[in-house]
Structure formats: C-alpha cells, structure tokens
C-alpha cells in the first residue's frame, strides 16, 4: 500500500469523540450542601436535560446531578440521528405487542422529532440540525419481503414511509425503506444550548455528583458519593441505567451493548440521508454536515459488553468497511458507546415500579436513545404534571410481555450466571511480564487483580470484582477500560468509574502490594 494511503487510514491512538472534541467544555459545580427542591433528576443527558426544560416550564422546582460532566455520557457518542425509524422495528413489534402499544411507541418517536425541532427553534440553538430521510437498506435478496412487511407496518401505525428498490448509494442495493422529515443534529452543542436556558433559579445543574442511594419516604432523599442529600417529591433516574435498580430487578431485564463509530474524512460526496443495513453485521452511514466541517460517520459491530478479547478489532472492521466505499483521506475520530436494551426491545419510562409513583425511570433505548430519551422526557415530565400519560402503556417498566422477552430473558441471564461464576472458578495467570499499553488478570499477595501498563511503565493495580454484584471484570483493549460482562459496569485502569450501574470504584491496590510495585511487573 502506498505510504501515504497509510498514513490516511491510521486510526487515533486514543478514542476520540467527535461531538466532544468540537464543543465547549462546562463548569458546573459540585453539590456541597444539602438542597430541597420539587424534583431531583439524576443524569445529564439528553433524557435529564430535556426532563428539566420542560419541568421548568412547569415551574417545578428541579436540580440535575451529573456524576461526570453533563452530555458527555452516551449522548455524545452517539450516531446523533434524529428518527423514529428504528430498523426492523414495528412489523416486529406488532405481532409481539399489538398495533395498540406499537401505534403508541410510534407516535412517541414523532412527536420526539417534534419537539426537538420546536426546542431548536424556540431557543435559536446552533446544533447543525437538518431535516433529512433516513433509510434501511439490505444488498441481500432474502430480506426484500421484511423490508416490504416493516414498510407496511410503519405506514399502518402512521409514520411516513416508503418502499424503494434504489438508492444514490456507492454501491447497490437490493431494496429498501425510506422515512421522510427526519433529522440530525450535533447533540453536545444542543444540550450544552439546552443547558444553559435551563440553569438558573428555578433549575440548578450540579457536577460531579454522583447519585448512590435513595431512602424513600414522603419525600425522598437522593444520597450523593460526597454525603451530600437532595430531598425531592420526585426522582427522576434519567442515566442509561438505573443506580437505583434492585427494586425494579433492572439487572436481570436489560443488558449492555458496545457498538463502534468512526469519523472519517472522505474526497468526494455523500448522498442526504442517514443510512442503516437490514441485515447483520449492522452498519450505519451518515454524513455530518456541521458548520466548522463536514465528516462521514461510519460504525456498528455491536457486541455485549465485556465480550470478546481483542476489543480493537472493531474498529479495524469499520475501517475495512469503509475503504472500498468511501475515497478517505483521514481518520480524526473513532469512539465507543453502550446502550442497554430490554429483554422485549421496548424501551423501560415511567414510574419504577407500580407502587413507587413518584421515582421514575428511563433505560433500555436499544441504540435509539435520541429520540426515545425525548420521548422518554415527556411521558415523565406527563406523569408528574398531569398524571397521565398517552405512551405509558408501552413504556411501562411495570409491564409484562412474556412472548415478546422470553428468549432474551433466558440467554441474557444465562450468560450473566456464566460469567459470574467462570468468571469465579478462573485460576489467576500468574507472575508474568506485562507490555506496555496492555493488562493481564492475575494473583498479586493473594488478590485477584488486574495489572496495567501505561506508557510511562507505571504499573496499575485494581481489584477485577464488580462493585454492583460482583462479576469478574474483563479488560477491554479498545477503550482501556475493565468492562463487567455481566451489567455492563465500566472502570478506568485506575479504578474509577466510567459508568454504572456500579455505585463504587474498583479501588487501586498499590497500597497493599509494597512501596516499589508500581515500577515492577508482577
């Protein structure tokens, strides 16, 4: 290969978010006092941001804890598409849930377009939003009659699409479904936007405050890592999973997925539209045309969290995608996300449980977390004002759909009880060298842990056992991160949590493992 086509198909050295990369840092505080408001929302994402505005507008009194800083959760790293076409979603969903539940999910989705569109207007938000179509394809013959039957379906339960046999794509196609009037946007710059119209007297934002208990009582008590306690009617847990979850048994309804994005630098042009594949291996395909710069996002390749070993490998993949499609001359970006999906691939918004009417819950987005975060928004911020809902039927967290999540349910926690247990009964490595930029599990003075090296040839010790339930953790070379297979708890190689459901780092061991164990291998 040319030594210059090489050089435009290297990939970062560390995974590299575009929407991070090209917005604003925030500076919110931390809590350090004790507050009372009328609601508490835990997450600063899209689902917690959109919660507060509309609140707001309600005049609740309401506060947002972000355990990290705001909108830099799995709201930005997203494909940020803007869409109520969500693969081969309805004609699925019908048959396992009714046309009811589905013409309800359906119209939660729209009307999330909606309002995101009204949000940017009303606020005059600079987010690079275009109204676009979006598309799902297959170059496989066998999926024709699927696309036709999901076309058939969207356009039952009212949403606008339409079957076509061609596309302005650099390659052919079999078949697929169009869906018009969607959109796409930069979601940093909108919710840093939607941030800011928020925060003031009615509405505080706080930092680095992460949420790790609720005592529940007339009014509830949101307790903080630092001590600090939030007392509010409501609670709103708005993170992609719920800290709060064994009331609701969410660690056995939901599980986690990575699925793997690249920012591309293409010659050339991409036709309009937002572009998915019927068939596996997903790939998902979209031009970004922002006002700083253009990039083609490329990605899919999802697999569960804590899966697999040469995590890397993913990227490689998208990239071999990419190269016979697009002319690339640069590679800036490459970065990660998780989502969790429930067992029926319906997403959980609503009340927690049926009798905890006043905590709430938002989860399992199935990767399709814009719009179904929004809509998730205004059913909750519904059931506080008016009590009611025109959606909680399908989103229910309370809900039972056996035929739809029975399968799901048996191979998720099935694998769960696998790898707690294998995860348990490994024995430890032993002593041996550890390279640079890698991480091994072993046996250090009669701990289980695993050993990083970094660049610099400093040794990192943490405990390899989950802090939510207790599942061996695995490391995952993509992200250097340890990653639980089990939940999908994610730590950084100096213990600290990425994300939940864990409540508690996975604490450091050089203490324990003498004054010169960071500059010797084990």
């Not at 560390?14 to 004790?34: G, R």
């Not at 609740?60 to 693969?87: D, F, L, M, P």
Request: proline share 4%.
């Amino acid at each position: 290969m040319d030594k210059n086509r090489e050089d435009d198909l290297k990939m970062t050295e560390v995974p590299v978010s575009f929407w991070i990369d090209t917005a604003d840092d925030t500076d919110y505080p931390a809590l350090e006092s004790d507050i009372e408001v009328d609601a508490v929302i835990v997450g600063g994402g899209i689902t917690g941001l959109t919660t507060a505005y509309m609140l707001k507008k309600h005049g609740i009194k309401t506060a947002i804890i972000e355990a990290n800083r705001i909108a830099k959760g799995v709201s930005a790293h997203t494909t940020a598409k803007i869409t109520s076409q969500h693969s081969l979603k309805y004609y699925k969903m019908i048959n396992a849930v009714g046309e009811e539940r589905t013409k309800q999910y359906a119209s939660a989705n729209q009307a999330a377009i909606d309002m995101i569109e009204r949000i940017v207007r009303e606020n005059n938000i600079d987010c690079d939003f275009k109204k676009v179509p979006a598309y799902v394809y297959t170059q496989d013959e066998s999926y024709i009659q699927k696309l036709e039957h999901e076309t058939e379906s969207a356009l039952k339960m009212g949403l606008p699409a339409a079957y076509t046999d061609t596309l302005d794509l650099p390659f052919g196609i079999s078949g697929a479904m169009r869906f018009d009037d969607q959109a796409y946007f930069h979601p940093r710059k909108y919710l840093l936007a939607l941030a800011s119209v928020i925060e003031g007297e009615a509405c505080r934002i706080y930092e680095n405050t992460r949420a790790v208990d609720i005592r529940e009582g007339d009014t509830h008590t949101v307790i903080t890592d630092s001590g600090r306690k939030i007392k509010a009617k409501y609670v709103v847990q708005a993170t992609r999973y719920p800290f709060f979850d064994k009331p609701g048994l969410y660690f056995a309804r939901v599980y986690p997925e990575r699925t793997y994005l690249m920012g591309i630098r293409i010659n050339g042009s991409f036709p309009d539209g937002m572009y998915i594949n019927a068939e596996k291996p997903s790939r998902t395909m979209r031009f970004h045309a922002g006002k700083d710069a253009g990039l083609m996002l490329v990605g899919g390749d999802s697999h569960k969290t804590g899966h697999g070993d040469n995590l890397h490998n993913h990227y490689e993949i998208i990239r071999d995608f990419a190269k016979p499609i697009f002319d690339i001359y640069g590679i800036p970006y490459r970065w990660s996300a998780q989502d969790y999906t429930a067992m029926d691939e319906i997403p959980f918004a609503g009340h927690m449980t049926a009798n905890r009417d006043r905590i709430f819950v938002a989860t399992g987005f199935d990767k399709w977390g814009i719009t179904n975060g929004t809509a998730s928004a205004m059913l909750i911020t519904d059931l506080i004002v008016k009590g009611e809902s025109p959606w909680e039927e399908v989103y229910s967290p309370s809900r039972f759909t056996p035929g739809a999540s029975a399968k799901n349910f048996i191979i998720e926690n099935a694998d769960v009880a696998i790898k707690l247990i294998s995860g348990k009964l490994n024995m430890p490595l032993g002593n041996q060298a550890v390279e640079k930029g890698k991480a091994v599990i072993t046996e250090v003075e009669g701990y289980k842990v695993g050993v990083y090296r970094d660049n610099n040839d400093k040794l990192h010790y943490v405990s390899t056992t989950c802090t939510h339930l207790g599942c061996e953790l695995k490391w995952n070379s993509a992200e250097l991160s340890w990653d639980c297979p089990c939940h999908g708890s994610r730590f950084t190689y100096e213990g600290d949590i990425i994300e939940g459901p864990a409540a508690e780092s996975i604490k450091p061991l050089e203490s324990g493992l003498g004054e010169d164990s960071s500059d010797q291998g084990p």
